[in-house]
């Protein structure tokens, strides 16, 4: 057996156990196997990362019909843009454009002019002319001048990265720089508030802090359960070179994290109760269907 590393020793001390095995063999595919796609059919967010979460026993009885089911694994970047980022910054935006629509209101009503509508300060603002609509405005004096840059500033920036496409880190950045704290880094304002959403997720989303060496972790999306061919990942490097799958098979969960997705998994589609007329509809339905005589 090959000698710990300074890490794992520490590790090992402090009680905490790598999340997953490596696999370089062509073991069959089980429950908690970590796969990726690959070439044409890799597609991020939700089609880059997968973890197989049917059962053991059906696959060794093939009661799945070799269709798999599997959670897709969003990368730490792609759950921040493509989750966290809405929740995040929406409502600091509107907030942002009321203040907007407040100050530019306050400004028409001094000319004797028509207040505007928050989509009119929208369109207005999108095409980022702060002089221009301080001209319109009548606005001549420097401070009040700064202001409206300032608060045109932090509705564009928070726009903009709500905006945005594909992740962008100087996005993230920008919008942070109007949330921070005096004295902090935009970085750090971002490590602080998602160690604080890593604390607290929702109860369908499963968090893996490593799934391989170079990975910052993935979070496992528990209400997005799909579906593949069995075919489809690959248990050996062969069945990609020859192109008869679309995904590998590189790591599997060890025991406890893959119970504990699953335990989670199942109370994400816990029953819920239902009334006792629909019990008793359900009941009488083929006799409804069919007729009672």
Known sequence: MAAMTAD?????????????????DAAPLRQGDIFEWVGSAYERPWRGL?????????????????????????SFEDYLWHVWREKRFAQQRMLALGELTRFINKQLTKLGRDEITSQA???WAALGNVAGIADALGISDVNLRSKLEAIMGRYLDLDAVLAGRKPDRLLLERAC?????????????????????LSKLPGDVFYLSQIREQDGGVFAMLR??????????????????????????FARLRAPFKYALTQQLARVFADIGLTPAYDERVKTSSLRYFGEG
Do not use: W
């Open 121 to 123: 300060v929208e369109d």
């Open 224 to 249: 997005h359960i799909r579906q593949c061919g069995l075919e489809e990942i690959a248990v050996d490097p062969d069945q990609i070179r020859f192109g008869s799958a679309s995904a590998r098979r």
């Open 50 to 74: 997968g973890v197989v979460v049917t059962a053991d026993c059906d696959m060794a009885r093939n009661k799945m019909d070799n269709v798999v089911s599997f959670v897709p694994l969003l």
């Open 8 to 24: 794992e020793t520490a590790n090992t001390a402090a009680g905490l156990v790598d999340e997953y095995d490596g696999i370089l």
């Open 177 to 197: 720089e109007h949330l921070k704290k005096t004295g902090q880094t935009a970085n750090e304002f971002l490590a602080q508030d998602f160690q604080s959403t």
